[in-house]
């Protein structure tokens, strides 16, 4: 029951608000419920050359990325995160990035493959897959089109 200022009883007003709260928690349910699907999209390890031609590599492993997420999932590609901060020429660093890919691996539900070129850090990452029996799933660039 609303009242006004003075402590009178007022419908009118009453009703006014309660129907605006049920419109804002009707509004907030639709917002929860669409942020919620997005956060729990199945996780895809994204798996592409990076080493060779870099700029090119990395173009490619953003246009794969794009193509997970407009299949309704969310990419994960190391080789896009690690080489920012870790250097690719230093064994150490290498190995340090590569056990950091395999660990996002590991929380992935599938692996997929992009190109027709499979290199020695993919191989690995396949592996790692196989041996998490994750699903692996191989796509070309034609079937990207």
């Given amino acids: 029951m609303f009242r006004n200022s003075e402590g009178y009883y007022d419908p009118t007003a009453g009703m006014a608000l309660s129907q605006t709260m049920k419109e804002y928690r009707s509004q907030r349910r639709n917002v929860?419920?669409?942020?919620?699907?997005m956060k729990n999209r199945p996780r895809i390890y994204v798996a592409s050359p990076y080493s060779g031609n870099v700029g090119k590599n990395s173009a490619a492993a953003i246009r794969y990325c794009h193509y997970v997420i407009n299949q309704g999932k969310m990419p994960v590609a190391s080789h896009l995160l690690y080489p920012q901060m870790l250097d690719d020429?230093?064994?150490e660093e290498r190995e340090l990035g590569q056990m950091f890919g395999l660990s996002l691996l590991a929380l992935c539900d599938e692996m997929w493959v992009f190109?027709?070129?499979i290199s020695s850090g993919m191989e690995t990452e396949i592996a790692e897959a196989n041996r998490l029996n994750k699903p692996i799933r191989y796509i070309s660039e034609e079937e990207m089109r």
Wanted: proline share 8%; hydrophobic share 15%; net charge positive.
């Fill in 89 to 91: 020429d230093i064994p």
């Fill in 32 to 37: 929860w419920k669409r942020q919620y699907g």
């Fill in 115 to 117: 190109g027709s070129r």
